[in-house]
């Protein structure tokens, strides 16, 4: 088709669609913008899969938040907790809690840039441990358990001390961590900022 061929059919057609225009009736009524478009039909069943299994989903719904909200009940004390890292934390994190440079495991106490200083609230220390700790059997642990590594790790840390009482979901909520008020997120990474000189 030439260029002129092409100018007259889209000129004709811009006739028709003004003659069919010119009959057409105003719409009866103006459509409402706040009105609310009717809901999508869902089908009640789309033929597969099966009803999530109660057990199950209690299973997998084990997060935690930051102010303790998700914890669960139970109780472990700090000796309990040695004894515990001793049998299922030492072979990768150390005697001394030191990490290994070997594995790629970083101290878990003693640095406000690493772990167990480093976080600024306590509760997602027990919610980490309890879903992926320890690295080669994660979700292994019960929850006395973890709350008694918990309380083994905050001891060691130097942040708490029990004297012999366990720690509940109560005690951990309350914990003050010792980033609490300098820890922040820059660019997407999680960060410290220099404890401001003495005066
Ligand atoms: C098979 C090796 C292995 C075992 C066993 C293990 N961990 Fe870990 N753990 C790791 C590795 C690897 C990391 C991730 C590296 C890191 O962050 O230092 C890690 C990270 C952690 C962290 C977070 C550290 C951080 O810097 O944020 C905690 C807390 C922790 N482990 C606790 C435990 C506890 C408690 C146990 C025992 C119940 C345990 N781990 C057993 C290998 C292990």
Same mark, same amino acid.
């Given at each position: ?50 009803? =999530?299994?109660? &057990?199950?989903?209690? $299973? ?7 102010? %303790?909200?998700? #914890?669960?009940?139970? !109780? ?71 709350? =008694?590594?918990? &309380?083994?790790?905050? $001891? ?7 004297? %012999?009482?366990? #720690?509940?979901?109560? !005690? ?28």
């Amino acid at each position: 088709m030439s260029t002129s061929s092409r100018g007259a059919v889209a000129f004709a057609g811009l006739v028709l669609a003004t003659l069919l225009g010119c009959g057409a009736e105003p719409p009866a009524t103006t459509p409402d913008a706040t009105e609310t478009p009717e809901p999508a039909k869902t089908p009640a069943s789309f033929g597969f899969g099966r009803p =999530a299994d109660p &057990a199950l989903v209690a $299973e997998a719904d084990i997060d935690v938040r930051f102010d %303790g909200d998700g #914890l669960p009940t139970g !109780a472990g004390d700090a000796a309990t907790g040695e004894a515990l890292y001793e049998t299922r934390c030492v072979a990768c994190h150390g005697a001394e809690l030191e990490g290994n440079p070997a594995l790629g495991v970083r101290p878990l106490v003693g640095d406000i840039r690493h772990a167990v200083n480093n976080l600024p609230f306590a509760p997602p220390l027990f919610a980490y441990i309890r879903r992926a700790m320890p690295l080669d059997a994660p979700g292994s642990l019960g929850d006395d358990e973890v709350y =008694a590594l918990v &309380a083994f790790l905050l $001891e060691r840390a130097g942040v708490l001390d029990l004297a %012999g009482q366990p #720690l509940d979901a109560e !005690a951990l909520a309350a914990v003050s961590m010792p980033n609490r008020e300098t820890f922040f997120i820059t660019k997407g990474v999680a960060t410290t900022v220099p404890a401001a000189p003495a005066p």
